[in-house]
């Protein structure tokens, strides 16, 4: 009967957590980056809603069309498109994502002119 680990089991031991370790590290990356992303696909989709908000009320009287930067990584662009009586807001904001990829959000509402 033997006490103890020979050095053999503990180097073997140590490469299996070291494996373990680097899949968690792997495993935290990508779930930040995924985390970073959410974040500016709920901010973006705020920005849209907001400004849908904002043209639904006035479509009717001043219908418009327009872009803009904002906070330097979103880029809106709206427009009004007038269908009879019928006014569609549609307001879309591309943001980066990850490995100079982009993503975006596309928010329409309509409202009924009298």
Do not use: K, Y
Request: proline share 3%; charged share 20%.
């Amino acid at each position: 009967m033997r006490n103890g680990f020979t050095l053999i089991e503990t180097l073997v031991a140590l490469v299996i957590f070291e494996f373990g370790m680097l899949a968690v590290v792997a495993t935290s990356a990508a779930t930040a980056r995924d985390l970073g992303i959410a974040r500016r696909r709920a901010h973006a989709l705020a920005l849209a809603r907001e400004r849908v908000g904002s043209l639904t009320a006035t479509a009717c009287a001043f219908p418009e069309t327009g872009s803009r930067l904002v906070i330097g990584t979103f880029q809106e662009t709206w427009r009004v498109e007038i269908h009879d009586r019928r006014r569609v807001v549609v307001d879309s904001i591309a943001f980066p994502v990850a490995r100079g990829r982009r993503a975006g959000v596309v928010v329409r509402a309509s409202a009924i002119c009298p």
